[in-house]
């Protein structure tokens, strides 16, 4: 039996409210406590947590091996930056993530619904708030990255333009061309930190990606129900998890969306309504309006207008399905983050420790709620 759409139905739901929460509330803010201990923190999906991301994981924890990691995984609405649903819920995730080796796992920003750059900025504050003193990326070795990884080290910001990466500090074209996706998402956090005024310089830890993962793969093989076809790319520890799930039938849910109430949305929304919605532009309202009304995805998919990047129709799939306003987004971003979600941890005695670390923002433990079934 494979999960139902009454999950993430109610899944949706739950974060909707979540995010209408947090938008309302301001952070908290009181004298920051510095402690010696020194804190690492990692922003990744884990969608699965693979063996390129516990290696990314272990290098750092090699480098600094009395840091505390805390992991950022996002988030509301369980929807990747790709626009597509996880392969497992957060709280899932979270698991395998402090099963491999994560301290604390903290809930990240709902990727799925906002712009590159929204998220992105989300990240740079989470950071902040977290006071972190490194942040270790995964890298894919090309030619001309090992300047902005030089740059990003000085603390330099570096803006991925059209066709090049620019030095935000001296203004110079560090590298022609664009770049592959993790390696972006670096260059666009630092663009993000810079703008935050939060002090990088000597704060990313850079480790080259290990060969023979793929994502795809892995994917393909859970969704197949066949685990032993990615078992070299797979730590035990995330296994165990994804079987568990499984056997909850609370995975695979990478290929499940609310199609009823996307349905119900796109027929039925007024025209300013549609428009309120987070990425949903003007040309694509007009295609929804005038097709209307809708049997099925694909349906929808064609009226969805081509945005800057491929994932895009994904993404706006997402934000029928979640049905957050813009404005919403808006007051979420600069709220963010309201309050920092711990949704799991290692033992006490490391909570407490980073209670004691970020006394100057409100926690909420999501270990103490039920999860939903």
């Known amino acids: 039996m494979s999960p139902s759409e009454n999950l993430i ?23 920051l406590n510095k402690s010696i201990r020194p804190l690492i923190a990692d922003f990744t999906e884990y969608s699965p947590l693979h063996k390129g991301h516990r290696h990314c994981m272990m290098e750092a924890k ?14 509301p609405t369980e929807r990747s930056g790709r626009g597509l649903p996880y392969i497992m819920t957060r709280e899932a995730r979270a698991r395998a993530a402090v ?62 333009k059209p066709y090049k990466m620019v030095d935000m500090n001296t203004r110079e074209i560090v590298m022609e061309g664009k770049l592959e996706e ?25 480790v080259k990606r290990i060969p023979d993962v793929s994502g795809t793969i892995i994917r393909q093989a859970v969704l197949e129900g066949e685990l032993s076809q990615a078992r070299d790319m797979l730590p035990p520890e995330t296994i165990k998890v994804l079987e568990q799930e499984m056997t909850l039938n609370r995975a695979p849910l990478h290929d499940l969306r609310d199609i009823e109430n ?45 945005g800057f990047s491929t994932h895009f129709q994904h993404r706006v799939l997402s934000s029928l399905e979640a049905k957050v306003d813009k404005e919403t987004i808006s007051k979420y971003i600069e709220n963010y983050p309201s309050l920092i979600r711990v949704l799991n941890y290692k033992d006490k005695h490391v909570l407490q420790e980073f209670k004691n670390r970020i006394p100057h923002r409100r926690l909420e433990i999501w270990q103490l709620k039920k999860e939903i079934s």
Not at 63 to 73: I, M, S
Not at 138 to 158: A, L, N, T
Not at 183 to 204: H, P, Q
């Open 62 to 75: 090699k480098k600094v091996p009395e840091g505390l990691f805390v992991a950022v995984v996002p988030g």
């Open 182 to 206: 993790d390696n972006y998402v670096i260059a666009s956090l630092s663009r993000s930190l810079t703008k935050i005024g939060f002090d990088f310089k000597n704060k990313f830890i850079f």
């Open 9 to 31: 139905t109610a899944i949706l739901e739950r974060d909707r409210n979540i995010i209408y929460h947090d938008a309302s509330q301001k952070p908290a803010y009181k004298k």
């Open 99 to 160: 099963n491999v080796g994560a301290d604390i796992v903290v809930e990240g920003p709902p990727m799925g619904i906002m712009g590159s750059g929204q998220y992105s900025l989300c990240l740079a504050r989470m950071f902040q708030a977290l006071d972190a003193d490194y942040i270790p990326r995964g890298f894919k070795p090309v030619e001309g990255f090992d300047q902005i990884m030089e740059r990003i080290s000085k603390g330099h910001g570096v803006a991925p």
């Open 262 to 306: 996307i349905l119900k949305t796109v027929n039925e929304y007024r025209k300013e309504e549609l428009l309120s919605l987070s990425l949903v532009d003007e040309n694509t309202v007009e295609k929804l309006l005038t097709k209307r009304p809708f049997e099925n995805l694909n349906q929808i998919q064609k009226c969805i207008s081509r």
